[in-house]
């Protein structure tokens, strides 16, 4: 094993980022989402009152509208907060249908705690349920098609930023950057920028003699990413400068990056303060949150599975014998170790020539059981029992072995991050990437990881489990 990492790895396996990350929106575009999200709300409310209601006007009666609008605000509410008129977290025009059905799912609960709370306000729960199914319809066809325009917009003119500062500097802030495809990036040398401001500010005030500005100014730069910060004194200046050009200015000194905690800016008195906190995903609530929810859906989904799980050990026991389960060591959060359930998809003793190796595609050592299973994601029921122990969740990175995770975190930096939480069944690089992996993509693999590490929410969960019920459903993993 060892060989054939060091030898074939050691020559391929580089950090990574994932091909594209989920892009924040602009003004322009979040006004377009409100209004055209609140015209298919209010459509949906309508279609469905039209069929509960065909003789009576839109919305039935006084209550139904009452109800119809107390359902769009909560929903609205519910898109806020989990941060889709911010960043899209979908990838593709197809992920976007998955965003907006896993945020109006969101919306169920809520509404039904609420409607029981108060009755007054439900009177027709059947015109909830069509809004749902409508809305779920509408919104995600406007949003993917909102989507594919903003891609459209993204290729017919990119979005450009200047990078200013040291070469060495700005060079490591270039590699830092995950920005949309088509991004183009210009990199200009500066090595005292306080000296290139004063001189500006005492010449003009508008900072058209300073020549990195001057240049961005010409190349009709959207941001200006400088590696060092300014003076108090200066700053004013070039924000307002960059103001009137219509040109965002961000400081990306190079020590301070997105990692495994976040950063906040604090005031003490004239002081400011950069503070560093835990992730959210590595918080006590979090934790409980993300807790709480693995119980339930895990025995939602036994009880559901268990007849599936019962045919399916059948099966094996049938064609090959016992085990019926195959046991194997991963390394889960803070590193400990535990023995991943699985059905045995394998010919017994699979790795007793071989040694500890990376499945693949068309693996000679799969069972004809074994090949119908993983088709269906049968064979990973069982870890199911693995999240009710506490060991994993339902979304989370997928657990290595030890003899690989040693390998990696030599190869990789920042693999340890990844055990920071629980890992998965599922997950943000399982349902971007392919599900039978090279081990020369594990570099690619953990970026998308660690994007989920630093970006987690329940939402992002919810979203995840939605696509991989899709995906699982149509056989695309």
Not at 39 to 56: G, I, K, Q, Y
Not at 133 to 144: H, N
Not at 182 to 202: E, K, R, V, Y
Request: include cysteine; hydrophobic fraction near 50%; glycine fraction near 4%.
């Amino acid at each position: 094993m060892s060989t054939i990492i060091d030898s074939a790895l050691s020559q391929t396996l580089r950090p990574s980022k994932p091909k594209r990350s989920p892009a924040r929106y602009s003004v322009g575009w979040v006004v377009a989402l409100v209004l055209t999200d609140l015209a298919m709300f209010l459509a949906a409310a309508a279609l469905a009152s039209r069929l509960v209601f065909p003789t009576r006007p839109y919305f039935g009666e006084d209550g139904v509208f009452i109800s119809s609008l107390v359902d769009i605000v909560i929903w609205f509410a519910i898109f806020a907060r989990v941060g889709l008129y911010r960043r899209s977290f979908a990838l593709s025009v197809r992920d976007e249908i998955y965003v907006s059905v896993g945020a109006l799912c969101l919306g169920i609960a809520p509404q039904l705690i609420l409607f029981t709370l108060v009755p007054a306000i439900s009177t027709s729960r059947l015109v909830l349920v069509l809004s749902l199914l409508f809305s779920i319809l509408l919104v995600s066809t406007t949003r993917a098609s909102i989507h594919a325009l903003r891609e459209a917009e993204g290729r017919r003119r990119p979005r450009r930023i200047v990078i200013v500062g040291s070469p060495e500097r700005a060079e490591q802030a270039a590699e830092s950057l995950e920005p949309p495809d088509g991004t183009q990036i210009l990199m200009l040398p500066a090595t005292d920028l306080d000296q290139a401001i004063g001189d500006g500010i005492n010449d003009d005030p508008d900072l058209n003699r300073v020549a990195w500005f001057y240049q961005a100014k010409a190349w009709s730069a959207d941001a200006i990413l400088l590696t060092e910060m300014l003076s108090p004194d200066a700053l004013p200046y070039v924000i307002e400068a960059a103001a009137r050009n219509r040109i965002d200015i961000a400081f990306a000194p190079p020590r301070i990056r997105a990692q495994a905690y976040q950063m906040t800016l604090r005031t003490d008195g004239h002081q400011v303060l950069i503070v560093p906190a835990p992730l959210p995903s590595c918080t006590v609530p979090a934790r409980l949150l993300k807790r709480a929810a693995d119980l339930a859906i895990a025995s939602v989904v036994l009880l559901l599975g268990a007849p599936f799980m019962a045919v399916a050990a059948l099966a094996i026991l049938l064609e090959d014998g016992r085990p019926i389960l195959f046991r194997q060591e991963r390394v889960g959060r803070s590193g400990s170790i535990f023995e991943l359930l699985k059905f045995r998809s394998m010919v017994v003793d699979a790795e007793e020539r071989t040694g500890p190796v990376w499945s693949s595609h068309a693996d000679p050592r799969t069972t004809r059981v074994g090949a119908w299973l993983r088709r269906l994601s049968i064979d990973e029921l069982p870890q199911l029992f693995n999240v009710l122990h506490g060991d994993m969740s339902i979304v989370g990175p997928r657990p290595e072995r030890p003899e690989f995770v040693e390998q990696f975190r030599v190869l990789l930096p920042r693999y340890d991050e990844r055990h920071l939480v629980r890992p998965g069944i599922t997950g943000w690089a399982q349902v971007h990437m392919d599900r039978v992996l090279d081990p020369s993509r594990a570099g690619e693999k953990l970026s998308f990881d660690l994007f989920y590490v630093e970006h987690w929410t329940l939402f992002l969960d919810v979203y995840i489990i939605v696509k991989t019920a899709a995906e699982m459903l149509f056989h695309r993993m």
